[in-house]
């Protein structure tokens, strides 16, 4: 059980670390050009969704990678709508 939790959480650093670079970009230049809306507020919708799984099954890893993920997806897509 252990080494799965390690498994699930390392993993779960790399997708939502993944999104550090464009929220970092996107907040330092407000240049949201290649941002779709429509992909970021469908994906914030699923990553709400995966935070509510996680909830369900009581999985840790779940909840915190993607309530992160969440916040970085919904930063970027606030500027998106901020900067149109």
């Known amino acids: 059980m252990i080494t799965t939790d390690l498994i ?3 993993s779960a650093f790399l997708t939502t670390f993944a999104f550090v670079p ?5 907040w330092k230049t407000r240049d949201l050009s ?13 990553v ?11 999985s840790w890893p779940i ?3 993607n309530s992160v ?7 970027v897509l ?4 901020k900067h149109r």
Do not use: D, E, N
């Not at 709400?48 to 009581?58: D, N, P, Q, S, T």
């Open 48 to 58: 709400l969704g995966w935070i509510v799984y996680g909830a369900l099954i009581a």
């Open 69 to 75: 993920t969440f916040v970085l997806a919904c930063a």
């Open 78 to 81: 606030c500027l998106k709508l």
């Open 8 to 10: 699930g959480y390392f």
């Open 22 to 26: 464009q929220a970092y970009h996107s």
């Open 63 to 65: 909840i915190v990678a």
């Open 34 to 46: 290649g941002v779709s809306l429509p992909m970021y507020s469908i994906f914030s919708l699923g």
